[in-house]
């Protein structure tokens, strides 16, 4: 197996170093940035703000599209209502989505991270925040070395300054926050009623926590913890080399080409001074929401946003270079090979893919909505009528999971002349469980022995839905005919 080695980057003078497990994080100044992957970043960053933050709002029959109602507990996703019995489904569904993330991460390396995650697009939002009210990457620096309101020497202007942007970034960030955690709760809650109650101070205790819960989680984790996040949180940062190999899609700095690296003017001819393409202007570690230095090599805490990419493109432009000093390439491609898909890894994933895609297909395609339990009634195993029937008492749970009422008919097999009482047929509304207490009779010549199985049927009045329960019926030991020995 070919793996990409990563590297951790360490000071030279790590003898002298005292390490701390609990190192204090450095404050990270990100330099904006512009460019063909960024404008790429935002068409995959804002479809799915929009997605997360109106699809709730969106009713589909009069009922939330997107719904997980647990006290009920009854999943809405659009069209569909998933139940308890539907969990398989629900798994086969992440199985699915473990194997796409394995098979994208193999193909295309961490561009999950870099375009998709929700942590790298809420950072996204939350830096845009921090720039909108504090200014570019030079500003926040100087204002982070502006001192508190009140000196030793009085009042200082410059700190009331602070403090107003100060404010007007951390309002913003838990505004956002507040609208994440408020939208997050709605999705269980419905959003909605969520709102209403919440502005008619009725919301329970319960839900208001939630939402104060996400609302700070949100605030700490794309405000304060970004970077940190991603790197000793998040566990597919740590298990996604296994997932690489020398064809997958990654970004990385061409050695070759930039170095030797140093400054020089931009008429100057270089290649004579024996420098390569890098003129070292760090703008690719200004960038960097990580804070690495992707010359370095490839580093586990890169999230593959191409903000590298982007700026060292700017620069080679701007001296007249070709551009991709930095860009995605392949570990095969930088050595000179060509990339392939003919690995055994990215079969095996998409294979994998593809028929647990098409199981799940299948199984919903063939999931009936409607379900149906028997329990028998344990206080009498039977009774003997007057007229001489035997008479057994189940509960007939009739699980309705469709999205329309239905006239279910009640049918049974494997006992012949039985009668149902009080009926055979019964209203159920949509996602509605509803108990039916059944008495069945039977004449005692009907039964071929003690202990007989027989099996309720099920069925909508339209014969689309159908479920079928088993059980017994019990009686008293038949009499042996003449002749038969006992
Ligand atoms: S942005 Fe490009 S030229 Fe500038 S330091 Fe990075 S690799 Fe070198
Ligand atoms: S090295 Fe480049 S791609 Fe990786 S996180 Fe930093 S800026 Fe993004």
Redesign the pocket.
Known sequence: MQKIPTQEIRPDNLDSRVFNLYEKREKIYTRGVEGFFQRIRLLTGWPLLLGYFLLPWINIDGRQAVLFDLPARQFHILWLTFWPQDFVLLGWLLAIAAFALFFVTTLWGRVWC?YTCPQTVWTAIFMWAEQFAEGERNQRIKLDKVPSILTPRGWNKAGLIKTWKRLLKHSMWLGFAALTGITFIGYFYGIRDLVIDSISWQLPLVAASWVVFFTLATYINAGWMREQVCIYMCPYARFQSVMFDRDTLV?SYDESRGEQRGPRRRDADYKKEGLGDCIDCTM?VQ????????RDGL?Y?????????D?CDDIMEKMHYPKGL?SYTTQNKLAGGSWTWKRPKLIGYGAALLVMTLLFATALWLRVPLNTEVIRDRGVLYQELANGNIENVFTLRIINMDRQAQTFQVSLNGLSDATLLPGNQFDVEAGEIRDVLLRVQAPASALSGSNQLIEFLVESADQRLRSSSESRFLGPQPVPTRGTSP
Do not use: L, R, Y
Request: charged share 5%.
């Open positions: 870099g970004i690719c960038v960097c929401p990580t804070g690495i230095d992707i580093q805490q890169c999230i593959g946003c191409a903000a590298c990419i700026a930095i």
